[in-house]
């Protein structure tokens, strides 16, 4: 008789506690990136659209969920150099997007659909660009409905050429934050 209450009571809480989702669209946040050239004086900084998708939040607290990323959204305020950037290098046309898929991200406690602020939370994930699939890992910032992750990529590693103009390189490591704001926890 006990391990009948006891298994009506696993299934009544399995029922109630339920997935938290947050959905993300683009106008909701961006993406920026920090390319730095060698000789080093010269810094590039870009700018897109924010991503799209839907994140999952566990009762384990574990975040699961999808982002992607309009790779044409991205601009750095020079015409040429833009062009350079979406067909030589990135080569847009043939891989329109990025996509970030979330594998190890844990949030503290939740209290009433909220979100929990925390800072300098570590995150996995798998980074698909330029048709190449990569792991990375980084940090980011919850406060209110404001998010902001922070990792870099090695772009050589995603098959993507080093661009170069004028003798000027730009290093392989390239600092990437996303922001997104005015999150819904649902």
Do not use: C, W
């Amino acid at each position: 008789m006990k391990a009948l209450v006891f298994a009506f009571s696993l299934a009544a809480l399995a029922t109630t506690s339920h997935a938290l989702t947050v959905q993300v669209q683009p106008s909701q946040g961006k993406v920026e990136f920090h390319a730095t050239g060698r000789p080093s004086m010269i810094k590039i900084n870009g700018e897109g659209k924010g991503p799209e998708g839907i994140l999952t939040i566990g009762a384990d607290k574990k975040v699961t969920g999808e982002l992607t990323f309009d790779m044409t959204s991205l601009n750095s305020g020079i015409g040429l150099r833009d062009s350079h950037m979406k067909e030589k290098y990135l080569e847009v046309e043939k891989y329109p997007q990025a996509k970030l898929k979330l594998t190890d991200v844990s949030l503290p406690e939740t209290t009433g659909g909220k979100l929990p602020s925390v800072k300098a939370q570590p995150f996995k994930g798998e980074l698909t660009m330029h048709g190449q699939t990569k792991p990375i890992s980084g940090t980011f910032d919850l406060e209110g409905k404001t998010a902001k992750a922070d990792f870099e990529i090695n772009i050589a590693e995603y098959g993507i050429e080093i661009p170069k103009y004028l003798g000027i390189t730009v290093k392989n490591e390239v600092p990437v934050e996303l922001t997104l704001h005015d999150l819904q926890v649902k």
